[in-house]
């Protein structure tokens, strides 16, 4: 009966070790798995046609998920008119495609407007280089159709404009003569009496006619 408790013992121990190292070994691959952090970039931009703005004003932007695409810490943006900032780091460990919404909005009772304030699509795409790194490319879309077939690419920046617009101003051709049109002046006290005395003159010389 030892006997036979002998080698079953070491095999059992013998198998234990096998699945412990093979475990261990798992965990340092997973460990060692190459993690590309990856930031989103978003842009406000005024628009040429907007008068300058208070410097208190405030665009919100969010960002949503499609799918189980890794999310950053912050998931909220808060940018003042022509600024640039990012959603980020990202953490990418494995080729693929993620994509996300980007939602834009105003703050209540704003002076200022979007010029589209359509959502955007970001799709990021991570593919493994021969070296084992892995490479991101970033890119926005007005809708996941675009984003799927890569068409309609878009730039992830919105335009801004102020809520009362610049008055508008008749364009001159260049070299064109400039024409300042005047009202006539109304009749001064001087030129009153001027006439007046015409008047009694003429009215003089006819009595004497007569």
Known sequence: MKKRFGPLFVSVFAMICALFAGWN?????????????IEIPV??????????????E??????????????????????RPSQQSTFGPIDISQPGTYRYIIHPSLLENSSVSFVDDSDLIVQVEAYRKADGTLETQIEGYPDEASA???????DLVWMIESGMPKTEQTERTP???????????PFSAISLIVLACIALIVMQMMRKNK
């Open 148 to 154: 799927r077939s890569h068409t309609g690419k878009k």
């Open 175 to 185: 070299g064109e003569p400039i024409i300042i049109e005047k009202s006539p002046a």
């Open 43 to 56: 842009s406000t931009v005024l628009s040429s046609t907007s008068q300058p703005l208070d410097a208190s």
């Open 25 to 37: 070994l798992s965990l340092q691959v997973e460990a060692d798995e190459p993690v590309v952090e």
């Open 58 to 79: 405030r665009i919100v932007f969010m960002i949503d998920p499609i799918g189980d695409s890794p999310l950053p810490e912050e998931t909220t943006l808060t940018l």
